[in-house]
């Protein structure tokens, strides 16, 4: 079945960097543009990171700009979210999500969700 | 700027309906939206899509008794015969060419 699973959480000094993973299976995931997406403890939900279906186009929010880079790899259906200089306030369940197909934008919804992926960002 | 505005909470019986709003912040009023549900201690699901003309498109699997509407800048979603299993959170979604906006978020609780 269509599926997403993302891995690479975990505990984390302040300034320290992780990677993310997102596993997808049971569609295409080359011809899917993918978001990133996180929510805090007892927060809401909070657009991270967009990425087109080949790769070529990427946006970010202004809350991580320049510290996190998504990336994907077509021939191994993974999503990567590099996140670099961490913050306690990036503490959050990170969900990786699937945008439409053969997007160049971030236009449209999200059909499909993982289950997330936790970071605590701690000294 | 593009904002999402809902109603932090909702509450009706077993059965029965509610309808939850989201409002697009002013110039926005064309604008699409999507609906999530998000269960206790899961992931989001998304439920459907919301046109400014009111027409919805549901995911895979939505059951008949969620259902989508428009009026004006503000856009719906109703859950009819409410089951114990509605009780969640509720998040609304819009988007840009390079952004990507959710609501608060609204929880309903099934008396």
């Known amino acids: 079945q269509v599926q997403l699973v993302e891995s690479g959480g975990g505990v984390v000094q302040p300034g320290r960097s992780l990677r993310l993973s997102c596993a997808a299976s049971g569609f295409t995931f080359s011809t899917y543009a993918m978001h990133w997406v996180r929510q805090a403890p007892g927060k809401g939900l909070e657009w991270v990171a967009f990425?087109?279906?080949?790769?070529?186009?990427?946006y970010y929010a202004d809350s991580v700009k320049g510290r996190f880079t998504i990336s994907r790899d077509n021939s191994k259906n993974t999503l990567s979210l590099q996140v670099n200089s961490l913050r306690p306030e990036d503490t959050a369940v990170y969900y990786c999500?699937?945008?439409?197909?053969?997007?160049?934008?971030?236009?449209?919804?999200?059909?499909?969700w993982g289950q997330g992926t936790m970071v605590t960002v701690s000294s | 700027q593009l904002v999402l505005t809902q109603s932090p909470s909702a509450s009706a019986s077993l059965g029965a309906s509610v309808k939850l709003t989201c409002t697009l912040s002013?110039?926005?009023?064309?604008?699409?939206i999507a609906w999530h549900q998000q269960q206790p201690e899961k992931g989001p699901r998304y439920l459907m899509k919301v046109n400014s003309d009111g027409s919805h498109i549901k995911g895979d699997g939505i059951p008949d008794r969620f259902s989508g509407s428009t009026s004006g800048a503000e856009r719906y979603l109703t859950i009819s015969s409410l089951q114990s299993e509605d009780e969640a959170d509720y998040y609304c979604q819009t988007w840009g060419t390079d952004i990507q906006v959710f609501g608060g978020g609204t929880k309903v609780t099934v008396l």
């Open positions: 999500a699937r945008g439409p197909l053969y997007s160049y934008d971030s236009r449209g919804t999200f059909d499909i």
């Open positions: 002013s110039g926005h009023s064309s604008y699409a």
């Open positions: 990425i087109s279906y080949d790769e070529t186009i990427t």
